[in-house]
């Protein structure tokens, strides 16, 4: 067997750039990668067709530069920024084994919020704002 070798995903989609004068970075050249799970297929093939959709427009304009591309980046951010904030938040949770206990016995009768934190972490729907570490705990210790 081979030596096993590991490299890192690129997950830092919140802060990483992804425009440049002439360039556009989408998939995981934006840091598009769930840090949750390790996946980025899905917002690589669904990054890179508003960024090809949005090239296509800014090439019909002739306006490969920064501001002509501008409109893509605000659809990228749009689409993700929200949702590559709640990731680390989400992180944070889960390495806390006490509020993960709490949780995971919570998310077994609150359906609704089970079904939130699942299809929010794959990507299904949007997050929340009221989705906070103290509303999360105000929930899971109701009971
Ligand atoms: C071990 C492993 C397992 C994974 N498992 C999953 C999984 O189960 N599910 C999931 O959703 N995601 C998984 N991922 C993550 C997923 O593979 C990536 O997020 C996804 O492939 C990113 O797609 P991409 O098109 O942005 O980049 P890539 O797939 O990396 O494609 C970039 C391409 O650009 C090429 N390239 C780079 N530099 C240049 C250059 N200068 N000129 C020309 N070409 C260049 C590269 O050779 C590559 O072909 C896994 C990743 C790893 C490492």
């Known amino acids: 067997m081979g030596e096993v070798v590991g490299y890192r995903l690129r997950a830092e989609f919140k802060q990483a750039p992804v425009i440049g004068d002439r360039i556009l970075f989408a998939g995981e050249a934006a840091g598009l990668v769930n840090p949750l799970t390790g996946e980025g297929i899905d917002y690589a093939l669904e990054s890179g067709r508003i960024a ?8 019909r304009r002739d306006a490969l ?3 002509g591309i501008l ?3 605000h659809e990228l951010r749009a689409r993700y920024q929200n949702l590559f904030l709640f990731f680390p938040r989400m992180r944070t ?7 993960m206990d709490r ?6 009768w609150r359906h609704d919020l089970n079904a939130a934190l699942v299809n929010i972490v794959l990507g299904n729907r949007p997050t929340t704002p ?3 570490l103290r509303n999360v705990l105000r929930v899971a210790f109701a009971r």
Not at 93 to 99: P, Q, R, T
Not at 103 to 108: D, G, H
């Open 52 to 59: 090809a959709e949005d090239l296509a427009a800014a090439l």
């Open 65 to 67: 530069d920064r501001e």
């Open 71 to 73: 409109p893509c980046k």
């Open 93 to 99: 949770w889960c390495v806390n084994g006490v509020l």
């Open 103 to 108: 949780l995971v016995a919570t998310a077994a």
């Open 130 to 132: 009221a989705l906070t």
